[in-house]
């Protein structure tokens, strides 16, 4: 998938670690923030941006995270960024677990309201929570002040 034109591999494959695959093409960034990576780590961290997807008629990010696992609210996040997103469990070269990152159905403390004046933006204990109205195209709905959030707000919200 990440082969060019000539066969070669832009980007190895990883021994152990976590593939994230079919990234929305220009979210690799977010997704990286989004888990706390920003460079400084021990791990290994490959990010290939802009690559054609199998198909050839679209482009997608992917990350790659060597000796790293993922928590369920960090899923849950990527699944806020890039709903489409594949995750690959990858063991001794091979890929152990292969899922679709999956929505949840309300989403605590993850997403920050877009509205200034909502209680949760101004009162410390109360933490944002949304119920999802949609999940194509992925709508949020604020169950303190009722505000719709839309992509790419809610990535900037993340
Ligand atoms: N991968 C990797 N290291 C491995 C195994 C796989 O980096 N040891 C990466 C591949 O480069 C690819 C992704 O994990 O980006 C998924 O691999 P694979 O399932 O073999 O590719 P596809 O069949 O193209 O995946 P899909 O069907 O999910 O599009
Ligand atoms: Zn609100």
Known sequence: MEENNKSTLKVSKIRDGIVIDHIDHGKAL??????GISGGEEFTVSVLMNVKSKTMNSFKDVVKIER?????????????????????????????????????????????????????????????????ESKNPLILRCVYCDRTMIQPEICHKI
């Open 68 to 132: 790293r696992v993922l928590k369920k609210v960090e899923l849950d996040r990527i699944s806020l960024v890039s709903p489409g997103a594949t995750i690959n469990i990858i063991k001794n070269f091979e890929i152990e677990r292969k899922f679709k990152v999956e929505i949840p159905d309300s989403i605590i403390g993850i997403v920050k309201c877009s509205n200034q004046n909502c209680i949760s933006n101004n009162k410390e204990p109360v933490s944002a929570e949304f119920r999802v």
């Open 30 to 35: 977010k997704v990286l923030s989004t888990l």
